[in-house]
């Protein structure tokens, strides 16, 4: 029997409305651990120009960028929902999945039109209701760390993103059909993609879940050694 081949490169995709930013600890780790790591900012994000016409397009642009080789793919809540269009679109170029705080759930209607109607609000108004809703949803510490990322989006791009998650399709197929090694985090306390979500994601793919102790829905920043160990040992 072939060894498995485990991957050289690692691909990390952001939530919403932050940038790469939010992966810097998890960056540092994996570099020390002769890791390469990508970690683009999604357009409209981070400094980046432009917005997402939708998730199929996005992927499709990310796909040129990546290497020849199989790669992992870790996603968190909307760079989750990304994962699986890149797995719904070239699931042979990844050879290692992580979706953390994420759903396979596509929107139900009305939290669809929320979306789009929050869309429509931050071209007419600015970030200014996004960042009180960010510091309602996460810890003071956490908050501290988002809020920069957020002051940099666009309004384009957070709007881009927020229609783009509308409109994303139901991700359970895409599982279904998964052959390679997936692993599921999930926060304790995450209450946007709760943990009966994960478990979903897990049974779907046959993958492994860990629950982060103490964590919300933004795993990686509440509680980042915790989530790194995980991540590592699973990459290892």
Same mark, same amino acid.
């Given at each position: 029997?072939?060894?498995?081949?485990?991957?050289?490169?690692?691909?990390?995709?952001? @939530?919403?409305? &932050?940038?790469?930013?939010?992966? *810097?600890?998890?960056?540092?780790?994996?570099?020390?651990?002769? $890791?390469?790591?990508?970690?683009?900012? &999604?357009?409209?994000?981070?400094?980046?120009?432009?917005?997402?016409?939708?998730?199929?397009?996005?992927?499709?642009?990310?796909?040129?960028? $990546?290497?020849?080789?199989?790669?992992?793919?870790? #996603?968190?809540?909307?760079?989750?929902?990304?994962?699986?269009?890149?797995?719904?679109?070239?699931?042979?170029?990844?050879?290692?999945?992580?979706?953390?705080?994420?759903? $396979?759930?596509?929107?139900?209607?009305?939290?669809? *039109?929320?979306? %789009?109607?929050?869309?429509?609000?931050?071209?007419?108004?600015?970030?200014?209701?996004?960042?009180?809703?960010?510091?309602?949803?996460?810890?003071?510490?956490?908050?501290?760390?988002?809020?920069?990322?957020?002051?940099?989006?666009?309004?384009?791009?957070?709007?881009?993103?927020?229609? @783009?998650?509308?409109?994303?399709?139901?991700?359970?197929? !895409?599982?279904?059909?998964?052959?390679?090694?997936? $692993? !599921?985090?999930?926060?304790?306390?995450?209450?946007?993609?709760?943990?009966?979500?994960? %478990?979903?994601?897990?049974?779907? #793919?046959?993958?492994?879940? %860990?629950?982060?102790? #103490?964590?919300?829905?933004?795993?990686?920043?509440? @509680?980042?050694? @915790?989530?790194?160990?995980?991540? &590592?040992?699973?990459?290892?």
């Amino acid at each position: 029997m072939t060894p498995e081949r485990r991957p050289r490169t690692v691909l990390l995709l952001h @939530a919403y409305p &932050l940038s790469a930013d939010m992966w *810097r600890d998890q960056r540092a780790a994996l570099e020390e651990a002769g $890791l390469a790591v990508l970690t683009p900012s &999604l357009p409209g994000f981070g400094g980046e120009e432009g917005a997402m016409g939708s998730l199929a397009d996005a992927a499709r642009d990310l796909l040129g960028t $990546l290497p020849g080789e199989p790669i992992a793919a870790v #996603g968190l809540s909307m760079g989750g929902y990304l994962v699986l269009e890149l797995l719904r679109q070239a699931p042979e170029r990844f050879a290692r999945v992580v979706l953390a705080d994420t759903t $396979l759930r596509a929107d139900p209607p009305e939290k669809a *039109r929320d979306r %789009r109607e929050q869309a429509d609000r931050v071209l007419a108004e600015g970030k200014g209701f996004i960042i009180e809703a960010a510091e309602k949803e996460h810890s003071p510490a956490t908050f501290q760390r988002v809020r920069p990322m957020i002051e940099v989006a666009t309004p384009e791009g957070i709007a881009g993103a927020l229609r @783009a998650m509308a409109n994303r399709p139901e991700g359970r197929d !895409v599982l279904r059909e998964l052959n390679i090694p997936l $692993l !599921v985090l999930v926060g304790e306390r995450d209450e946007i993609t709760p943990p009966e979500f994960a %478990r979903e994601i897990a049974d779907a #793919g046959r993958g492994t879940l %860990r629950v982060i102790p #103490g964590a919300a829905h933004l795993s990686n920043l509440d @509680a980042p050694g @915790a989530f790194n160990a995980a991540l &590592l040992d699973f990459l290892r």
